[in-house]
């Protein structure tokens, strides 16, 4: 616990937070202050809307302690104010209210508009209201009640104050415990560890992955020892960056986990794989699945290759199809767009190991273990590929 | 929905807080918190420690350089919006500061956080790309300067090394001749752009910057885009922009979907149409 001051509509407030509670639960939990609502808590809704130092903030993704000295006032401090006593009014009249859940953050930043917007503009209105989400009444109600105010307001000479009030630089609620000396907070409990490697699922299934990349290389290798290459699944997983193996592996079932990290993001897929070949048309696959157990997330991926032979068989065209579907967590991000990237990197990365490895090059092949850390890595692994070897990506990855 | 816990440290100075990013386990630096605050509460990210850079007046300080503006990492987005900082770029950043998100998350967004977190969908990745920015990062081995072109690798991926921060943005001073379009497409307003069109063009010095952003990725920059008009940049540059070579250049950066790359390049000549303007 860590002891934090605050001023809370006007009083003086001291409190012990654990570092992750958020001004929120801070207001709601300890202080009592439940006008103050939560809906998405990770600062879509606006439902949490407050004043700090007298500018509206999500108080779900703001932290106590980083308001350390900061003045708050919540809507229970707006009972007297007296833009919000015109807007209450206003919001009774134009029935800008059904449930109420979300009125506390709509009149937090309903009062903003009203100071800052030099008129009465719909358009500007509904643009300055749109972080703020009603689910049952609608806007219409809500957005003439604020045009009203303002109206009224010009009408009566108040200027507008186009910054609301603020005059300093950085995040409202910071620098007023600026350190004279380095403080360091503890958690109430010591941070989880790392969760134990979940077990790995007993079926392998068939699946239709929902987004597939291409990628192909030509190396100057017979497309027998290429083949041949994709047999080792040793060879093949420590091309696969972040990938580790348990066990021995079988075609029939392979064990191991396979690490991904994207920005601040990390996964650790614990799971199994199967391997399929057709010797006859120099082609197979690897079907995995598996899943982390820190973000609640399933993966399910598979790798179809084909050899062409090149050059009268002295040379060999890989060609690599990539599928891959994601569900949980990692997936409700609603960014599938960024894990795409990622996967087009860890691709183009697997690639050019591939291809590497197939050169004879294994003296300079990356640990298993280690993290896809940016394109730079795969840069650096290009340009150490030996000169002997012809080779063509495309795709994505390949232009990353 | 509430984080895992964390150990919180604030730093007095950029120097500590170099020191509290070498410590234990995973640290992860924060500033307004409005990118990392959203993944800490959905367990995406569990770091050991956070280092909340906030309290640094190192880092809230702007000051005119010669031909740079010079912005503190933790100058916040309303910071820019409401004019608090000298501006260079006539209006220009003002105008994309005031469209980020929405106001409450302008009042604690920084700069520097936005950049750091390299989102592809983020304003100012493409903002400063088209302004020609350099970014000043700071480890302990001392400071260097990395142009905004080269800064993001992919998505939420940069050239940022640990133990490494952002210090502060150095945009050059507008020239008077230049041109500035900017547009982005957002389902919603605030929400994560899903198209992102910059462009500088100076006619007078027949040059052009043009950057396609938040393509999922780092974003698409043309240093010298005379391919996109015609071969030269004249006055005449919004009836010579060549959308086909828009298209294709976004289909040479792996944008496979027809639909993608036509709201893509729509968003590119809404941006040139307001450089025209």
């Known amino acids: ?400 | 929905m509430k984080p895992a816990p964390f150990a919180y440290e604030r730093p007095r100075d950029v120097a500590s807080a170099l020191a509290a990013m070498a410590g234990d386990g995973v640290v992860k630096v924060m500033a307004g918190g409005q990118s990392l605050g959203p993944m800490l509460n959905l367990r995406l990210v569990a770091p050991d420690t956070i280092v909340d850079i906030t309290g640094l007046a190192e880092l809230k300080h702007v000051e005119v350089a010669g031909e740079e503006l010079v912005i503190g990492a933790c100058v916040t987005h309303a910071d820019i919006e409401d004019g608090r900082i000298p501006d260079v770029t006539r209006g220009a950043m003002q105008r994309v500061a005031s469209a980020i998100a929405y106001r409450a998350v302008r009042n604690r967004g920084t700069i520097g956080g936005s950049l750091s977190h390299a989102d592809p969908s983020a304003d100012w990745v493409s903002t400063f790309a088209a302004l020609c920015a350099t970014l000043s990062l700071r480890s302990a081995k001392g400071a260097r300067l990395v142009a905004m072109k080269d800064f993001m690798l992919g998505a939420l991926e940069s050239v940022l090394q640990p133990g490494e921060m952002l210090e502060a943005v150095r945009v050059p001073v507008m020239s008077p001749s230049a041109r500035w379009g900017y547009v982005k497409s957002c389902r919603k307003t605030g929400e994560f752009a899903h198209a992102i069109g910059a462009v500088l063009i100076d006619p007078e010095a027949g040059r052009a910057r043009v950057v396609i952003g938040a393509v999922e990725a780092a974003p698409i920059i043309v240093d010298n885009a005379e391919e996109l008009f015609g071969g030269r940049i004249t006055n005449d540059f919004k009836s010579r922009f060549d959308a086909r070579v828009a298209d294709t250049l976004l289909s040479k950066a792996g944008m496979s979907d027809a639909a993608d790359r036509h709201i893509h390049v729509t968003i590119l000549r809404r941006a040139v149409a307001e450089a025209a303007a």
């Open chain 1, 1 to 400: 616990m860590n002891s934090v001051e605050l001023t809370v509509n006007t009083r003086a407030v001291k409190r012990d937070v654990e570092p992750r509670t958020s001004l929120a639960d801070l207001m709601r939990d300890t202080l009592d202050l439940t006008g103050t609502h939560l809906g998405c808590e990770h600062g879509v809704c606006g439902a949490c809307t407050i004043l700090v130092d007298g500018v509206p903030t999500r108080s779900c993704i703001t932290y106590a302690v980083a308001c350390d000295g900061a003045d708050v006032t919540t809507i229970e401090g707006l009972d007297d104010d007296e833009i919000a006593t015109e807007l209450r009014a206003a919001f009774t009249r134009e029935h800008a209210l059904q449930c109420g859940y979300c009125t506390p953050g709509m009149l937090v930043s309903a009062r903003d508009l009203v100071k800052r917007l030099p008129d009465a503009d719909e358009k500007q209105i509904r643009i300055g209201m749109s972080g703020n989400l009603c689910r049952c009444t609608g806007y219409v109600g809500i957005v003439r009640a604020v045009q009203s105010v303002i109206t009224e307001r010009r009408a009566r000479d108040i200027a507008p104050e186009p910054d609301g009030g603020r005059k300093v630089l950085g995040p409202a609620g910071s620098g007023h415990k600026a350190c004279v000396s380095s403080q360091k907070l503890m958690p109430a409990q010591p941070a989880v560890s790392e969760p134990a490697a979940a077990v790995a699922p007993l079926d392998i299934p068939d699946f239709t992955p929902s987004t597939t990349l291409e990628q192909k290389f030509t190396v100057a290798h017979a497309p027998a020892k290429v083949f041949a290459l994709f047999d080792d699944i040793a060879a093949v997983a420590s091309c696969l960056p972040g990938a580790t193996l348990v066990g021995t592996p079988r075609p029939e079932r392979v064990e191991g986990a396979i690490r991904v990290k994207i920005g601040p993001i990390s996964a650790n897929f614990n799971g199994a794989a199967r391997v399929e070949r057709d010797e006859a048309n120099l082609s197979g696959r690897i079907l995995g699945i598996g899943s982390d157990q820190r973000s609640r997330s399933t993966t399910q991926g598979e790798i179809r290759y084909r050899l062409v032979p090149q050059d009268d068989g002295a040379a060999t065209r890989v060609e690599l199809s990539i599928g891959y579907s994601l569900t949980g967590m990692l997936a409700q991000v609603g960014r599938s767009g960024l894990v795409r990237d990622l996967a087009g990197r860890l691709v183009a990365e697997f690639a050019g190991n591939l291809d590497r490895r197939l050169s004879g090059d294994v003296t300079s092949a990356p640990s298993a273990a280690a993290d896809l850390n940016g394109v730079s890595l795969i840069l650096g692994l290009l340009r150490e590929r030996a000169t002997n070897v012809v080779r063509r990506l495309t795709g994505r990855g390949g232009s990353a």
